[in-house]
């Protein structure tokens, strides 16, 4: 079936900085390990469409060869394969994915490693004293010195000031826009 393309990655200036081979939204998705696509998706070019998927890889091979990769010092891409490969399509058997599955069991890596607190759990002394080093704490407590220092630094800064009228309209503001209107933080309750 001819529904395969190629597609780049395109820098800012124009110049393409990873080539790959899909179909479907392929070119949009970020897998494990790869090179993120662009956020401006007018950034990602389909080179050529509607082919096999030999087709496809032959000429991902083709243009990698052409750009060269940036890890061999041989040109601009940062593909890390000459691609032509990966396992798409790819149907295992019942016995391989069991294989797999007995390779991964116990494991919480994905390098299939045991974790050293893997299957473990706190003592009842340690997680009552995580809890005591935890209660009180509510976000992010500065020292009188750095307040001391964030208020200087503040002095004669006018820009941004928040102005706000009895808490339910907020603006962003040099001058004050009204009258009711009181300069600071805006202040909830839980009602």
């Known amino acids: 079936m001819n529904n395969y393309y190629t597609y780049a990655y395109l820098r800012k200036d124009g110049t393409?900085?990873?080539i790959g081979k899909g179909e479907k939204d392929r070119a949009y998705r970020k897998n494990k390990g790869e090179v993120k696509p662009p956020k401006d998706k007018t950034r990602?070019?389909?080179?050529?469409?509607?082919?096999?998927?030999?087709e496809a890889f032959r000429h991902e091979i083709y243009m990698i060869f052409v750009?060269?990769?940036?890890?061999?010092?041989?040109g601009i891409l940062r593909n890390k394969t000459d691609g032509g490969e990966g396992p798409s399509g790819a149907v295992r058997s019942k016995e391989t994915r069991k294989k797999m599955?007995?390779?991964?069991?116990?494991?919480?890596?994905?390098?299939?490693?045991?974790?050293?607190?893997?299957?473990?759990?706190?003592?009842?002394e340690t997680k009552r004293k995580i809890s005591e080093?935890?209660?009180?704490?509510?976000?992010?407590?500065?020292?009188?010195?750095?307040?001391?220092?964030?208020?200087?630094?503040?002095?004669?800064?006018n820009v941004g000031k928040?102005?706000?009228?009895?808490?339910?309209?907020?603006k962003f503001t040099i001058e004050c826009p009204g009258d009711n209107w009181t300069r600071g933080l805006i202040r909830f309750s839980k009602n």
């Not at 750009?67 to 041989?74: C, Q």
Request: net charge positive; glycine share 10%.
């Open 67 to 74: 750009f060269g990769r940036k890890d061999l010092e041989t």
């Open 16 to 18: 393409p900085y990873y």
């Open 162 to 170: 928040k102005w706000w009228n009895n808490g339910k309209i907020n």
């Open 101 to 124: 599955s007995q390779i991964m069991k116990g494991k919480n890596t994905k390098k299939g490693k045991d974790h050293p607190n893997y299957g473990k759990s706190h003592s009842e």
């Open 44 to 54: 990602i070019i389909f080179l050529k469409e509607n082919l096999t998927e030999e």
């Open 133 to 157: 080093a935890h209660k009180g704490k509510i976000g992010r407590l500065h020292s009188n010195e750095t307040k001391r220092k964030m208020r200087e630094s503040n002095k004669g800064k």
